[in-house]
């Protein structure tokens, strides 16, 4: 191969579980831009324990894990559900020293996902999370034309630009295009529900496992005038003179100051103040200006 290295692959995570087969490459070279040659087909597995059909996609991983519900406080995700890897593909590679886009065919590698609490440990606070989802799963139809997806109404073959996918220099799979059928994939208990096409199976996945990072567990974890609170589903340290309502003065409480982009702080409110939340101020927020809460102008739109 001179050397020749693809960039994309790199994008493979190491937090998962760190087995990996050997693959097994098919015969015959396909030559990819007129400058790297690539071996087609193959099986096997290369990253996070992540194994890889014979068409290049990303199989599902079964066993123990301990993720939880990707909220805050999320509880945790029942072993019948399985952990679904996600690829992360680019038609850029690296060849000789530059880079090079051939968009017949894509470098993919495994993003980074994580199957135990333990794994999550480059910071502090750190948890694996997860999305947890139950649908029903057919298998790949191939096809060349409309005309071979027949086995659910208006199913359509996709054309693709790409013709190769690729997991390395040396392993790559046809991109074989397979049938699309609209209202697929809907929600279920068992096998039994899934009988839009042959084969239907129930799958309880989880997808987007990943390492989430909070900034805090608890207001000792921050500044004095900090507050520990979550939002957008992580815990940050946010700007406070109040942490309770025992911290204001009689009668007053101690309030979220949500601005134009989201969270912004907690404070007691005042007898002074002009506003509560944003139905007072017709659109805009109701900010807190360091002495009382009052409205502002409308938040711009978001670009």
Same mark, same amino acid.
């Given at each position: 191969?001179?050397?020749?290295?693809?960039?994309?692959?790199?994008?493979?995570?190491?937090?998962?579980?760190?087995?990996?087969?050997?693959?097994?490459?098919?015969?015959?070279?396909?030559?990819?831009?007129?400058?790297?040659?690539?071996?087609?087909?193959?099986?096997?597995?290369?990253?996070?324990?992540?194994?890889?059909?014979?068409?290049?996609?990303?199989?599902?991983?079964?066993?123990? =894990?301990?993720?939880?519900?990707?909220?805050?406080?999320?509880? #945790?995700?029942?072993?019948?559900?399985?952990?679904?890897?996600?690829?992360?593909?680019? =038609?850029?590679?690296?060849?000789?020293?530059?880079?090079?886009?051939?968009?017949?065919?894509?470098?993919?590698?495994?993003?980074?996902?994580?199957? =135990?609490?333990?794994? !999550?440990?480059?910071?502090?606070?750190?948890?694996?999370?997860?999305?947890?989802?139950?649908?029903?799963?057919?298998?790949?139809?191939?096809?060349?034309?409309?005309?071979? /997806?027949?086995?659910?109404?208006?199913?359509?073959?996709?054309?693709?630009?790409?013709?190769?996918?690729?997991?390395?220099?040396?392993?790559?799979?046809?991109?074989?295009?397979?049938?699309?059928?609209?209202?697929?994939?809907?929600? /279920?208990?068992?096998?039994?529900?899934?009988?839009?096409? #042959?084969?239907?199976? !129930?799958?309880?996945?989880?997808?987007?496992?990943?390492?989430?990072?909070?900034?805090?567990?608890?207001?000792?974890? /921050?500044?004095?005038?900090? =507050?520990?609170?979550?939002?957008?589903?992580?815990?940050?340290?946010?700007?406070?003179?109040?942490?309770?309502?025992?911290?204001?003065?009689?009668?007053?409480?101690?309030?979220?100051?949500?601005?134009?982009?989201?969270?912004?702080?907690?404070?007691?409110?005042?007898?002074?103040?002009?506003?509560?939340?944003?139905?007072?101020?017709?659109?805009? #927020? /109701?900010?807190?200006?360091?002495?009382?809460?009052?409205?502002?102008?409308?938040?711009?739109?978001?670009?």
């Amino acid at each position: 191969m001179g050397g020749a290295t693809v960039a994309g692959a790199a994008g493979r995570g190491t937090a998962g579980q760190g087995g990996a087969n050997a693959g097994r490459a098919g015969a015959g070279d396909t030559s990819v831009g007129g400058a790297l040659s690539l071996a087609t087909g193959g099986w096997g597995n290369v990253a996070n324990g992540a194994g890889w059909g014979p068409t290049g996609e990303l199989d599902p991983i079964p066993g123990e =894990h301990d993720i939880l519900e990707a909220t805050c406080e999320g509880a #945790p995700i029942g072993q019948e559900y399985v952990v679904q890897p996600n690829l992360i593909c680019s =038609h850029e590679y690296s060849l000789d020293g530059g880079t090079r886009i051939d968009p017949t065919y894509v470098v993919c590698g495994v993003a980074d996902y994580c199957m =135990h609490q333990s794994e !999550c440990d480059a910071r502090p606070f750190g948890r694996c999370e997860g999305s947890p989802g139950v649908g029903c799963y057919y298998p790949r139809e191939p096809c060349t034309t409309d005309a071979d /997806c027949t086995s659910a109404p208006d199913g359509k073959c996709p054309s693709y630009t790409e013709t190769l996918r690729c997991e390395s220099s040396d392993r790559c799979w046809v991109v074989q295009p397979a049938c699309l059928y609209p209202n697929l994939g809907g929600g /279920c208990a068992t096998d039994a529900d899934c009988t839009q096409r #042959p084969g239907g199976e !129930c799958r309880r996945t989880i997808t987007f496992a990943r390492c989430i990072y909070d900034e805090c567990a608890a207001d000792s974890d /921050c500044a004095a005038d900090e =507050h520990c609170a979550c939002s957008n589903d992580q815990r940050r340290c946010y700007p406070a003179n109040c942490r309770s309502d025992a911290d204001c003065a009689g009668g007053q409480s101690c309030q979220e100051f949500i601005g134009c982009r989201g969270l912004a702080g907690f404070y007691c409110t005042t007898p002074d103040d002009g506003c509560s939340s944003y139905d007072d101020c017709n659109g805009g #927020p /109701c900010n807190y200006d360091g002495s009382s809460f009052q409205c502002a102008e409308p938040c711009p739109p978001a670009r």
